[in-house]
């Protein structure tokens, strides 16, 4: 067996030696770009959740706006009420007053007149404010129906993603314990898998136990159209010490590209499949134990949600 493996390196090693500088260049340029969708994907989620928090906080401040106006027309009804009955008595005195002195009259007609233009004014403010609180109302409808719609995909997506979580779960429940955990967190799912289930040291070749894990994950994931897949590859911090790449990025990257080839053989569409190389940066324990090497040397598998529903919502 050893040197069926010894021999099998060889062959790789020799056929990678044959790839041109200007192949590596653009395949390192896929890599690069690769990783910054990754990067915009985080920020479009992080925008998603500031613009729904916005709107949230926006509902709330029409709510007030609400309530205030509210109160204020309230208010206006009562004075304008009061207003009427003044204007009522004022006319009754005004006509047992009619057959007083003419000066009386003209006193009494000018306070009616004063009194019915108050009231002139204070109609039209009402009318004002009724318009503005009918159309602040309708706004306010409008943003409440818009955060329901936002909430309901969420929670959506969120119900989706957990459901995927249980059928992965499922399908690989034969290999928890083994170097392999699904987690679900923050919307996303993560499933890792320590080198010794897929990789020998050094090596970017799946062996027959990964190989089947990665068939069977690879299986749930082509029912799921919708969802994204970052593949990254992380390494411990040992340097690599092979003649073939260059150092931990580049056996990081091999890595996960050699997960993406199973994916896709087994039916899962490349639009959706990404590919990073993360080397020894982003360590999940500590470098100074053999132990926690061993949970470094990883690759995760992370799935999340289209969210292109939720942008045509916001944008809307």
């Known amino acids: 067996m050893f040197k069926k493996v010894s021999l099998l390196v060889l062959v790789v090693s020799l056929l990678s030696s044959c790839v041109s500088k200007k192949v590596y260049q653009e ?13 915009s994907l985080i ?6 959740l500031a613009a729904k928090k916005t709107l949230e906080a926006d509902l709330a401040e029409l709510q007030k706006n609400y309530n205030a106006l509210k109160t204020k027309k309230d208010i206006l009804d009562v004075e304008y009420s009061a207003l009427q009955n003044k204007f009522k008595n004022l006319q009754e005195s005004y006509d047992v ?19 019915l233009s108050k009231l002139e004014e204070k109609e039209k403010t009402l009318l004002a404010e009724s318009q503005r609180l009918e159309k602040l109302q309708k706004e306010l409808n409008n943003k409440a129906e818009q955060v329901s719609e936002l909430k309901a995909l969420i929670n959506a997506k969120e119900a989706q993603m957990q459901k995927l979580k249980d059928a992965i779960s499922k399908a690989l429940h034969n290999f928890e314990g083994k170097g392999l955990t699904v987690e679900h967190k923050n919307g996303k799912i993560y499933v890792s898998m320590e080198n010794k289930l897929l990789f020998g040291s050094g090596s970017w070749a799946v062996g027959t136990e990964g190989t089947k894990a990665v068939q069977q994950l690879a299986q749930v994931l082509s029912e799921n159209q919708d969802i994204n897949v ?10 690599y010490k092979g003649t073939t790449l ?3 990025w580049d056996l990081s990257v091999k890595r996960a590209t ?3 080839r199973i994916l896709e053989n087994k039916g899962v569409n490349p639009t959706q499949i990404t590919a990073a190389g993360r080397s020894k940066f982003v360590p999940v ?9 061993a949970k470094n040397r990883r690759i995760e598998i992370i799935l999340a949600p289209n969210l292109d529903e ?7």
């Open 246 to 248: 260059i150092d931990n």
């Open 97 to 115: 007053l009619s057959t007083q002195s003419s000066q009386k009259l003209a006193d009494q007609a000018k306070k009616n007149q004063e009194l």
């Open 230 to 239: 970052l593949i990254e590859g992380h390494t411990d911090n040992v340097p």
């Open 27 to 39: 395949l390192e340029s896929k890599y690069n770009g690769l990783r910054s969708s990754n990067a």
């Open 258 to 260: 050699a997960i993406v």
């Open 285 to 293: 324990d500590s470098n100074k134990t053999t132990e926690g090497k």
């Open 310 to 316: 939720i942008s045509k919502l916001l944008n809307y």
């Open 43 to 48: 920020k479009e989620k992080e925008d998603l």
